[in-house]
């Protein structure tokens, strides 16, 4: 016979397991398809590094804020004719007739034509997804020539049980990672990269935002040498 005492003993020591997490689709990120990437994008990328190193107007996230998004942030980026070269190329790669960026009914937006400072110290990878509500299509724009190709932007998946891959992709009627997969906190080991894209100066990376990505990783120390990024976010 067993007594209550001992039951109790054997409940506390086998915590109920986690829930498993949802599987998601899977799309091999594909050049050209899912991506797409463009080299030497702006006719003076110098003069617009130079021009965002002497912005005074920077937001502050972690670690000097208790924002959880890294390092510093200011917009706009490019300026008119700058973003209007950036985005002939996003329309001829796509064959989108139109792009706009697209606000919440409150009027919210994402952080369009961003340029975003992150040192080495101030931030890691982090998979996640772009809300399909308010874009098709993201970019970024690599505005540091010092920082070494292994701080580029890498695309993820799914690591499961066992050694099982699973998806990378956030479908109807999901708007982001953390309404498909039903809670914002995972464990550690949750994710792989799947295919890694190379930091170069003046490179555009162009992709399908509900494809689950990150920045590979940060670099630097002063605001002269982190990573510098413009970031898009277009619906289209």
């Given amino acids: 016979m067993t007594d209550a005492a001992t039951m109790v003993g054997r409940m506390s ?3 109920p397991r986690t829930p498993a997490l949802p599987v ?5 990120p594909t050049r050209d398809r899912d ?10 990328a110098d003069a617009v590094r130079a021009r965002c190193l002497a912005k005074d107007d920077w937001a502050k996230g972690y670690p000097y804020t208790s924002e959880s998004w890294p390092g510093l942030r200011t917009m706009p980026g490019l300026e008119p004719g700058e973003l209007a070269r950036v985005e002939r190329l996003v329309k001829k790669a796509t064959g989108a007739k139109e792009l706009w960026v697209q606000s919440t009914p409150s ?7 961003c340029v975003q400072v992150v040192g080495k110290d101030e931030g890691q990878p982090r998979p996640h997804t772009d ?4 874009c098709r299509y993201a970019a970024v724009l690599y505005l540091n020539p010092v920082v070494p190709k292994s701080c580029g932007t890498s695309f993820y998946r799914q690591s499961l049980p066992g050694g099982r891959l699973g998806g990378n992709v ?3 009627p999901h708007n982001n990672l953390v309404d498909a997969l039903g809670t914002r906190f995972v464990a550690p080991d949750s ?5 890694e894209v190379p ?20 670099w630097g120390s002063t605001l002269e040498d982190k990573r510098m990024t413009a970031v898009f976010f277009w619906m289209a």
């Fill in 13 to 15: 020591s086998h915590p």
């Fill in 191 to 195: 994710f792989v990269e799947d295919l």
């Fill in 199 to 218: 930091h170069r100066y003046n490179r555009l990376l162009l992709y399908h935002a509900n494809l689950m990505h990150s920045a590979t990783g940060y």
């Fill in 35 to 44: 991506y797409w990437v463009f080299d030497d994008v702006l006719p003076d």
């Fill in 170 to 172: 956030v479908a109807a």
């Fill in 24 to 28: 998601l689709p899977y799309r091999k």
């Fill in 131 to 134: 809300s399909r509500a308010l």
């Fill in 107 to 113: 009027g919210g937006t994402l952080n369009h034509n």
